[in-house]
């Protein structure tokens, strides 16, 4: 019971520590603002090329916006151990009594914040530059926006413990979810896809998160992609867990922990 | 010169060391917009593509959008060496070089051609990937000319840019963000994927203030004979006043930055 409460304590000690990083640089938010926005704002535009079709450029928006809660995650999370690794103090995170777990859950509790707020800034920004404004079945898209977000988290707990091993992965991890939002059809329906690389689409969880999310903004069934968003958060996270923990394992046995 | 070319040695090799940063950089200009294509290949099954083509002037979308992500490889591969002053500074090595014997310009052309000699190899393998792959083709009579003198006035103003966000980095510490912002901000004001006319208009005014906004278009007015702005004579001449304005611009404060900053000291991160 005493360890669990340390735990607890540390988990809410690293969490406090991410937002007050927000508060010391103040100019982060703003960026973030802007940021969220201008990445995927080409797109956007791109789609008012077409016409003006407000449920084509919906269509668009919720799944680049989907697409967002997994980079938001894969950095945030993924490679958050990588930034931990270049303020140097992962190795005394991994001597205190958290653990590097702990550290990411932190850093997943931090990047679901961060998301939220991600997702209030582009429809912000969507309504006032593209006059779009969201209307859904909202009991629907906040499931499968929260079932997302646990299958995703789990996904960048693996991209997590390849950081860990391999400590550079920025270039991969760019491919990575770039490569994932192109399978997953953010801005078209996978259907258009080649047969063979529909395959691959269906094995990724924001696939089903975007599917899911479009039908319910549609106010259509979303029940086989939250049981798929379900499978995914029961496979990914425990994988996820299992990986980190023996990347931890085998960094202490090599004491390369704090090494870039 | 000898240190100039050492500098540049250097970058290259350092470039190379990490290759899985290599197989990135090489697939970026096309994943950046597959999307854009996946997006117009479905518009065109469902019948949308008459839209694109009432408002590009030309149906061929994979040309337009892959001309977007060429040519800002380049100009992001010359003003993006900020974050490479940025890195001197992590690394703790900014006043070292500083303290050498390699003049200020002679860093940045370094560093900028080490950049561009990559964007040269990444873009040429994105475009022979999409010519195998699903066929490219300009189409009509390209004025190749025209496209060489754009784009290489669109490399001046680059430096231009390259020149403010080195100033700017070295007298504020904290200038990472504004950079990041410029960096966000920038392809959707200059239009990568669409054209800015599609912008609402307060955003286009800053769009037009860009040189990148005009080289672009009028890229794609050359080699795909899509409608630019404006007539093409004016809008290359433009291009070329705002490369002037920008480059003359971007070493005076360049200078006026790098003596404040060198005042309050280098080291200070």
């Known amino acids: 019971m005493g360890m669990r409460i340390d735990k607890m304590r540390g988990l809410w000690a690293l969490f406090k520590c991410e937002l007050l990083y927000w508060r010391v640089y103040p100019l982060n938010l703003i960026n973030d603002f802007i940021g969220y926005f201008t990445w995927i704002a080409p797109f956007l535009f791109a789609a008012t090329l077409f016409g003006d079709y407000k449920d084509f450029q919906i269509f668009i928006a919720v799944g680049l916006i989907l697409w967002n809660w997994l980079v938001i995650f894969f950095w945030g999370v993924g490679y958050g151990v990588r930034h931990t690794i270049d303020q140097g103090v992962l190795e005394s995170i991994a001597a205190s009594p958290t653990s590097v777990h702990t550290l990411l859950i932190a850093k997943a509790l931090i990047s679901l914040v961060q998301n939220i707020f991600a997702t209030a800034s582009i429809l912000f920004w969507l309504w006032l530059l593209l006059g779009l404004t969201l209307e859904a079945h909202w009991g629907k898209l906040f499931l499968i926006v929260a079932l997302s977000s646990v299958a995703l988290s789990g996904l960048a707990l693996i991209f997590a413990a390849f950081v860990i091993w391999v400590k550079e992965a920025a270039s991969i991890g760019d491919i990575i979810h770039q490569c994932l939002g192109l399978l997953s059809g953010i801005t078209f329906p996978v259907y258009i896809l080649p047969a063979g690389v529909r395959v691959l689409s269906s094995l990724i969880p924001l696939t089903y998160a975007i599917k899911g999310a479009r039908n319910a903004v549609l106010g259509e069934c979303i029940v086989l992609e939250a049981m798929m968003l379900v499978l995914f958060a029961v496979i990914t996270v425990p994988l996820g867990w299992y990986l980190v923990s023996a990347a931890d394992r085998k960094l202490r046995q090599s004491g390369t922990w704090g090494e870039y | ?269």
């Open chain 2, 1 to 269: 010169m000898r240190a100039t070319l050492a500098l540049l040695r250097y970058s290259l090799v350092n470039s190379l060391r990490y290759r899985i940063d290599v197989v990135g950089s090489t697939f970026s200009p096309i994943l950046w917009v597959l999307p854009a294509v996946l997006m117009a290949m479905w518009a065109e099954r469902i019948g949308l593509i008459g839209d694109f083509a009432e408002v590009t002037g030309t149906y061929n979308y994979i040309a337009f959008f892959l001309i977007g992500g060429v040519y800002w490889n380049f100009v992001e591969a010359v003003w993006g060496i900020a974050f490479s002053l940025r890195e001197q500074m992590f690394t703790g090595t900014l006043e070292n070089l500083w303290a050498s014997s390699i003049r200020r310009l002679g860093i940045i052309i370094a560093w900028s051609l080490a950049s561009l000699l990559a964007a040269t190899i990444f873009s040429i393998i994105a475009i022979a990937v999409v010519g195998v792959t699903v066929g490219l083709d300009v189409g009509g009579d390209p004025r190749w000319g025209i496209a060489i003198s754009v784009f290489v006035l669109s490399l001046i103003a680059s430096y231009g840019f390259a020149f403010l966000l080195f100033g700017l980095t070295l007298r504020f510490k904290d200038a990472e963000n504004i950079v990041n912002i410029i960096a966000n901000v920038a392809p959707l004001l200059g239009g990568i994927i669409f054209p800015v006319t599609l912008l609402p208009l307060p955003l286009r005014f800053f769009s037009y203030a860009l040189p990148f906004t005009w080289g672009l278009d009028a890229l794609r007015g050359v080699l795909l004979g899509a409608e630019t702005i404006l007539p093409l004579t004016m809008q290359v001449i433009l291009i070329a006043v705002l490369a002037a304005f920008f480059i003359g611009f971007g070493w005076i404060a360049f200078i006026a930055l790098e003596r404040r900053a060198r005042r309050e000291g280098l080291s200070i991160f």
